[in-house]
């Protein structure tokens, strides 16, 4: 069964950069398309992005050039940075695994981390 | 973006009741709607996806359909564990969107 980790720091100052890891365990992290999704406190999901193995990704735009996704493959973990964070950023951060629907082709998010709570404040 | 509105925003019932949750896209997204369930401070958790089939593990008294625009989520029989937020999502294109969610709680 695999199962994915979130870990980083929970209080990062504004203007300052954003970064998580995800480490995937009981699983290779090859094949498959890895997301990052968050929840503000109280609040609905947002979609951040997500990468596949390879390292192509594709990102929400309303987060504009401050969001990179990466990969390493030795390690089994990707990762998260978002930049010039402020007070709207501080949300529960998940990663999460794609799941393929083989007929049609589309995605799901199948497994998710556990999240972890990252405060934006001075 | 594509927009995904739930609707009730949230609900009370009982014990054994039937619940409907709605979710509308703002354009036609076939059948590419996915539904997830979580409770207080956990992570959300695959429910159906691609509309109507039933992810594995979950009991069966959670259905979906529709397709277009308008789906629906139905738990046949409400069980004391289902008392929960849910949320649709579209994966037709992205950026991915989320519903606001609907609360199920207890009448």
């Known amino acids: 069964q695999v199962q994915l980790q979130e870990s980083g720091p929970g209080l990062v100052k504004p203007s300052e950069t954003l970064s998580l890891t995800c480490t995937v365990s009981g699983g290779s992290i090859s094949s498959y398309y890895w997301s990052w999704i968050r929840q503000p406190p109280g609040k609905g999901l947002e979609w951040i992005g997500y990468?596949?193995?390879?390292?192509?990704?594709n990102t929400n735009p309303s987060l504009k050039s401050r969001v990179t996704i990466s990969v390493d493959t030795s390690k089994n973990q990707f990762s998260l940075r978002l930049s010039s964070v402020t007070a709207a950023d501080t949300a529960v951060y998940y990663c999460?695994?794609?799941?393929?629907?083989?007929?049609?082709?589309?995605?799901?998010?199948?497994?998710w981390g556990q999240g972890t709570l990252v405060t934006v404040s001075s | 973006d594509i927009q995904m509105t739930q609707s009730p925003s949230s609900l009370s019932a009982s014990v054994g009741d039937r619940v409907t949750i709605t979710c509308r896209a703002s354009?036609?997204?076939?059948?590419?709607l996915n539904w997830y369930q979580q409770k207080p401070g956990k992570a959300p958790k695959l429910l159906i996806y691609t509309a109507s089939n039933l992810q594995s593990g979950v009991p069966s008294r959670f259905s979906g359909s529709g397709s277009g625009t308008d789906f629906t989520l139905t738990i046949s029989s409400l069980e004391p564990e289902d008392f929960a937020n849910y949320y649709c999502?579209?994966?037709?294109?992205?950026?991915?969107?989320f519903g606001q969610g609907t609360k199920v709680e207890i009448k």
């Open positions: 999502q579209q994966s037709h294109s992205t950026p991915w969107t």
């Open positions: 354009q036609s997204i076939s059948s590419y």
């Open positions: 999460a695994r794609l799941e393929r629907e083989i007929q049609t082709g589309t995605y799901s998010l199948g497994y």
């Open positions: 990468i596949y193995y390879s390292g192509s990704t």
